[in-house]
Structure formats: C-alpha cells, structure tokens
C-alpha cells in the first residue's frame, strides 16, 4: 500500500484523537486535574511521535508532492503543522502550573479539531494527489525516506 507508514501514523493519531476528546470530557464534567493527568501520559506521542511522522510528511511526501501541485497548497499543511507545535507548547505549559480548565477546554477543542481536519485533508486530498500523480519511482523514494526518517527518529 502506497504510503503505509503515514497512514499507520494517522490511524494511531485518530486513537490519541479520541483520548484527547475523553479528556476534553473530562474537563466538561469539572474532572480538570483528572484530564491534565491523562495530557500528560499523552506527551510522548504529541511531542515525540508525532514529531517524527510531520518530519516524515515534510520531508518526504510534501517535497514530492511539490513538484507536481506547487508550494501553495503544501505550505498550507506545513502551517496546520506549525499551529499544531505552538497548541502543544501551550498544553505543556499549561501542564506544567496550576490547572486552567477554561483554558485547557479551549486548547483541548482546538487539537482534536486540528488533528481531525488536517488527518481528513491528507488521507482525502493529498495522499490521493500522490498516488495519482507522482510515479512509481517518485512514490518508491517518498517511502524510503519515510521509512528512513522513520528508524532515526
């Protein structure tokens, strides 16, 4: 399957997705200190893992896919990655003193938006562009160098 690995990775975020909107629950139900405890187990995959798969994104497909439907729109997806650092920078501070639940409410609703809609427009417009528009050679290196990016981290 062309472009397995960033699906794998959209897949896995759609569960985290999903751990986040329980949060946001739990923020809804005054549970805030019980939600920052569950963002906090959930740093690794926000800041690690899914620093790795925009790393992949961009410097593998979108740099490919550049040639073939221009700047615009991948500069479009690479501020949506952009927006998303600066929401989790703001959530590890947030978690880091005393508990804002209207703040983190908000901030809540802004990631599970983000993640879901930008999930939505690559599996839906951009992955589909790549397998239709890029060779099998063009789609044979864009996978190496996900994968590599991938084993380094």
């Given at each position: ?23 946001l629950g739990m923020v809804g139900r005054g ?57 989790v920078a703001h959530l590890k501070a947030l ?56 084993r380094l981290g």
């Amino acid at each position: 399957m062309a472009l397995g690995e960033l699906k794998a990775g959209h897949r896995k975020a759609l569960q985290v997705v999903d751990r986040l909107e329980a949060a946001l629950g739990m923020v809804g139900r005054g549970e805030a200190e019980a939600a920052a405890a569950t963002l906090r187990d959930m740093l690794g995959f926000l800041d690690e893992e899914q620093r790795v798969h925009f790393r992949q994104e961009e410097e593998g497909l979108f740099l490919y896919l550049a040639w073939v439907i221009g700047e615009g729109p991948v500069q479009a997806m690479v501020g949506e990655h952009e927006s998303y650092w600066k929401a989790v920078a703001h959530l590890k501070a947030l978690l880091a003193g005393a508990t804002d639940a209207a703040e983190m409410e908000r901030l809540l609703e802004h990631l599970t938006a983000l993640l879901r809609g930008h999930i939505h427009r690559e599996e839906t417009a951009y992955f589909t562009l790549a397998e239709k528009r890029l060779s099998a050679r063009q789609l044979r290196e864009v996978e190496a160098e996900i994968a590599a990016i991938g084993r380094l981290g």
